[in-house]
């Protein structure tokens, strides 16, 4: 029923045809024909049951929606079709257009029941680890960390103490003092990734390197093809597919898919007096290019945001030799010499620190956090533009 409803109104709608066309040929909605399908509905839904619709109304269209065109389902959510229509917060595509209909400003945040969900970096969790020190053995360990020059011991000390940094970092008392008390992050590399790997275990933390070429990378290429082709757009295309023509002047080609992905999850205001920011001041924000002959001083002065970013250093932009991540204005090793074993490394010390996402990567972080990695899937909040996008690459 639900089904018949949505292509009887498109069926009916002199532009509806063309979405079932579209979708027919390619299995999927461009951004724009999925806006038209959202317009079409909700007038239709308004003419038939008003200008406030009952909750059972929208989601009719919206199972409606995913049911006529399953490659729109978003597998991860418990219906399919919250990105269309959720009913527990009263989001998605279908409730804005209706709320604009309305003359209504769109509150989705602090009055949403779903604010309530608590997923993500900032969760305390719990967790497996073998003979965790406390009391006099952590304070002893601790100075034998500031004092060994022995990787497996430091190693070994860390894991122990692993316990005692989780509840620093969930202490807002404390969790200035974490890089203090263990300055090792500042020139060990890969303590992240085992403190991370303590926290999810092994097969969660490996997820992103391994699924990175097979499954993400070249659906983020396939679907940024279909951006607005703006210059930044182009020049990151070329760069992704390796058709640059001058290498030098662009990121290399995992860089330059992660820089497409924050395009194609691009940022969204907070509130009703924020300023938008566009993907590539976003982009800014997730990584910055260091000619390696340069002073570290320089590039740490210039940054005055507090979230952690990548600092790619390197002869040039498409040939970088090490990565770091900036915290604090201090300089964390990245383990890998890879661009995405080094945002593996930035994505996971959020949770390793209790850092919260910048928002204007909110989105790009979230999807990496539910999508790539499955962390917290149902207890994180999504906008419908992540779910809307995890559909199309899933599907």
């Given amino acids: 029923m639900a089904k018949k409803i949505v292509q009887e109104a498109l069926e009916k709608n002199a532009g509806g045809e063309d979405v079932i066309e579209e979708y027919r040929r390619s299995k999927t909605l461009t951004h724009n024909t999925r806006r038209h399908l959202v317009n079409i509905l909700v007038s239709h839904m308004v003419e038939k049951h008003g200008r406030i619709p009952v909750r059972m109304q929208r989601e009719k269209y919206g199972l409606g929606i995913v049911t006529l065109f399953p ?12 990105h269309f229509y959720d009913g527990a917060s009263g989001t998605g595509y279908l409730a804005w257009c209706l709320k604009t209909v309305q003359r209504k400003v769109t509150k989705r945040s602090e009055n949403s029941p779903q604010g309530a969900l608590q997923g993500g970096p900032s969760l305390k969790r719990s967790f497996t680890a073998e003979q965790q020190a406390d009391g006099d053995a952590v304070r002893e360990a601790i100075l034998l960390l500031l004092h060994s020059s022995d990787d497996s011991v430091i190693r070994s000390k860390m894991r122990e103490t692993f316990q005692h940094r989780h509840q620093l970092v969930h202490n807002p008392e404390m969790t200035t003092e974490v890089l203090k008390m263990y300055p090792r992050f500042l020139d060990v590399k890969g303590l992240i990734n085992q403190d991370f790997t303590l926290l999810f275990g092994a097969e969660t933390s490996s997820k ?4 990175w070429d ?7 290429i396939e679907e940024a093809r279909c951006l607005t082709q703006t ?10 597919e390796n058709q640059d023509a001058e290498p030098s ?27 938008k920011i566009s993907a590539d001041a976003a982009s800014e924000r997730l990584i910055v290019y260091h000619k390696s002959c340069c002073s570290f001083e320089e590039a740490l002065s210039k940054r005055d945001h507090h979230h952690p970013h990548l600092l790619a250093v ?6 970088i030799d090490q990565f770091y991540i900036v915290l604090d204005k201090k300089l964390i090793p990245c383990e890998a010499a890879s ?8 994505f996971k010390l959020h949770f390793v620190f209790n850092l919260a996402y910048d928002h204007a990567l909110h989105n790009f972080y979230t999807f990496a956090q539910t999508t790539v990695y499955k962390i917290d899937i149902g207890k994180t909040k999504e906008s419908p533009r992540v779910r809307e996008f995890r559909a199309k690459l899933l599907n």
Wanted: hydrophobic letters at 40%.
């Fill in 314 to 319: 390197g002869r040039n932009q498409n040939r």
């Fill in 71 to 82: 490659n729109l389902r978003d597998p991860f959510s418990t219906k399919g079709y919250e």
């Fill in 249 to 275: 002047a662009e990121w290399d080609t995992d860089i330059a898919t992660l820089l497409l992905l924050i395009h194609l999850l691009p940022p969204q205001p907070v509130g009703k007096k924020a300023v």
């Fill in 208 to 211: 992103l390197l391994e699924k």
């Fill in 231 to 240: 210059h930044t757009v182009r020049h990151l295309l070329m760069s992704a």
């Fill in 214 to 220: 097979s499954t993400f990378k070249c659906k983020i």
């Fill in 339 to 346: 661009a995405v074993g080094a945002f593996d490394d930035l």
